[in-house]
C-alpha cells in the first residue's frame, strides 16, 4: 500500500494490473486525524492482505489529498470516483453533524457507478442519515467493531477486485437512474490513431500439438487506420440499416469506406449497403446474427478488406416512432456467429488459397451508452471468442484482434482477461506490427 503523489497520479490513470481503492476521509482537523489513525490501524492491514492474496499492488488513495493538490482538476476526481473498484467513506459526524463534503463525494459515486461504496463511522452515537447512506454505515466505534470492519474491508475490497461486490454496498442510486445513457468511461479517444498490437498469450482447453495457435491481439487505435486485416466486423442492428455515410460509427466508417466516390466528390455507388440488403432480402435477422458481404472502394483497394461481417449487436426497443435501440442479452454471441460465418468460408471452395480469411478484427460492442454494461459486454465478447477457438482448432483463422477506441476501452480488456482462463491478462508488444503485412491477406477475391 503507497500514498506518496507519484501513486496518487498513478491512480488518476487506473493501472489495470492494480486493485484501485479511494478513501474519503473527513475534512475538519480533527477527524482528519483520527481518520489518520484509523488508516494506519484498520484499513491499512486489511489492504495489505489483499495485496498478499491477489499478488498485486493496492493503489489506496485519500481523494481529500487529491483535492487540495492543484494538479488535479475536477473532471480528474469525478472520473476516479467513478471507476475505481471500491470506495470506502468516513461518514463520522463533525460537531454533531455529517460532514457535508464526505457525503457529497459519496454521493457523487454513487450517482456514477453501482460499484461499491462502504460508509463506515466511528461514532458511538448513531445519527440520522440521508436515505441513500441508511443502512449501509458500518459502525467500527467499539473494538469489536474496528476487528469486524478490518475483516469485511478485507473481503470487501477482494470482491471488487474479482468483480463480485456484495450487493449491499453496490449503488442502488445508480440502478434508478434509468435516464442516464451517457458514455462516463472517460478517458481520450484515438481518433487518427494508427492502432499499436500487443499480444495476449493464448492457452487453449484442448491439447493438439499438430496445429498453430491463432493470435490472439489487443489494439488501441482508431479503425480507419487498420490495415491487412482480412475481415472486418460491424456491428449492426437487427434491420441490418447501416449508419449515414458520414456518421462517426463504425458502420458509418466502413459504408463511406467501401463506397464508389466520383472526382466530384460524390458518391456514385453505395456498394456495401446495397450488397447487405441482396443479402437480408427484405427479413430481419435475428438478434446476435451475421451476415457477410464484400467490399470495394477504399476498403479494399487500401485497407486490403476481403470481407466485412455485420453482426445484429441490437435491435429495435419496440414498434414505436423514437423507441431507439437495445444492445443483444450477450454480445458475446455476435462474435461467435461472426467467427462461425467466417469458418464456413474458409471451408468452402471459397475460401482457399489467397481468398482464405487469415484474420479477423472486431471492435468492443455494447460499451458505448451504458458504462456499468460494458465491462460485462467485453468479458463476454472475449470468452466467446476463446471458446470458438477452443472449439475450431482448425478454422484456419490465424489472427484475431480486438480493438479499442480509448484507454479505458483497453483497461476494461485487461480487467475481463483476468476471468478468463484461456487468456493470460499479460499483454506482451507485437514488433512493427502497424506496418506489417499479412501474407494471407494480400489476395484477390
Not at 487540495?68 to 476516479?80: C, G, K, M, P
Not at 454505515?137 to 477482494?158: C, K, M, P, T, W
Not at 487518427?192 to 487505435?221: C, M, S, T, W
Not at 484507454?407 to 484461456?422: F, G, T, V, Y
Request: aromatic letters at 8%.
Amino acid at each position: 500500500m503507497t500514498d506518496d503523489k507519484q501513486t496518487h497520479a498513478g491512480l488518476v490513470s487506473l493501472d489495470p494490473e492494480n486493485v484501485d481503492v479511494v478513501l474519503i476521509a473527513p475534512f475538519e482537523e480533527a477527524g482528519r486525524r483520527e481518520f489518520d489513525k484509523f488508516l494506519d490501524e484498520v484499513i491499512g492491514p486489511a489492504v495489505i492482505r489483499v495485496e498478499e492474496r491477489t499478488k498485486r499492488q493496492v493503489h489506496a488513495v485519500v481523494l481529500n489529498d487529491l483535492l487540495e493538490d492543484s494538479v488535479f482538476e475536477h473532471d480528474y476526481i469525478y472520473r476516479l470516483l467513478h471507476l475505481a473498484d471500491i470506495v470506502l467513506a468516513d461518514l463520522s459526524a463533525v460537531n454533531g453533524a455529517l460532514d457535508a463534503q464526505v457525503l457529497s463525494a459519496f454521493s457523487i459515486r454513487q450517482s456514477l457507478t453501482s460499484k461499491p461504496a462502504l460508509p463506515f463511522t466511528r461514532d458511538e452515537t448513531p445519527i440520522d442519515y440521508p436515505f441513500n447512506v441508511g443502512g449501509m454505515v458500518l459502525n467500527v466505534a467499539s473494538e469489536h467493531g474496528r476487528d469486524s470492519a478490518q475483516a469485511l474491508f478485507y473481503s470487501e475490497i477482494l470482491a471488487a477486485f474479482e468483480g463480485k461486490p456484495t450487493r449491499k454496498y453496490i449503488s442502488h442510486v445508480f440502478s434508478s437512474l434509468t435516464a442516464l445513457r451517457t458514455d462516463l468511461r472517460g478517458s481520450p479517444n484515438s481518433k487518427g490513431r494508427k492502432p499499436v498490437y500487443e499480444a495476449i498469450n493464448y492457452q487453449p482447453r484442448h491439447n493438439r500439438k499438430d496445429i498453430q495457435l491463432p493470435r490472439f491481439e489487443v489494439a488501441v487505435g482508431d479503425m480507419r487506420e487498420v490495415k491487412h486485416v482480412d475481415v472486418w466486423i460491424n456491428p449492426e442492428n437487427t434491420h441490418m440499416e447501416m449508419a449515414r455515410v458520414f456518421d462517426t460509427s463504425i458502420s458509418g466508417i466502413i459504408r463511406h469506406m467501401s463506397s464508389g466516390w466520383s472526382h466530384g466528390g460524390k458518391r456514385s455507388d453505395d456498394f456495401i449497403r446495397r450488397k447487405l440488403a441482396e443479402a437480408l432480402k427484405g427479413e430481419e435477422i435475428a438478434p446476435g446474427g451475421a451476415l457477410m458481404t464484400a467490399c470495394k472502394g477504399q476498403l479494399k483497394a487500401e485497407h486490403f478488406v476481403k470481407k466485412v461481417v455485420h453482426v445484429a449487436a441490437v435491435s429495435a426497443n419496440g414498434d414505436e416512432p423514437g423507441c431507439g435501440y437495445m444492445a443483444v442479452n450477450d454480445v458475446g454471441i455476435c462474435i461467435k456467429n461472426a467467427l462461425e460465418k467466417v469458418q464456413d468460408y474458409n471451408l468452402s471452395w471459397m475460401g482457399s488459397g489467397h481468398n482464405r480469411l487469415a484474420s479477423v478484427v472486431t471492435p468492443l460492442l455494447g460499451v458505448g451508452s451504458n458504462p456499468e454494461l460494458a465491462y460485462e459486454n467485453v468479458f463476454s465478447l472475449l470468452t466467446h471468442a476463446a471458446q470458438f477457438f477452443d472449439t475450431n482448432p482448425d478454422s484456419m483463422i490465424d489472427r484475431f484482434v480486438v480493438l479499442a477506441y480509448s484507454m479505458e476501452d483497453r483497461r476494461l480488456i485487461n480487467k475481463a482477461l483476468k476471468r478468463i482462463p484461456q487468456l493470460s491478462n499479460k499483454i506482451d508488444a507485437v514488433p512493427n506490427m502497424t506496418n506489417q503485412t499479412d501474407t494471407n491477406s494480400s489476395g484477390e477475391n
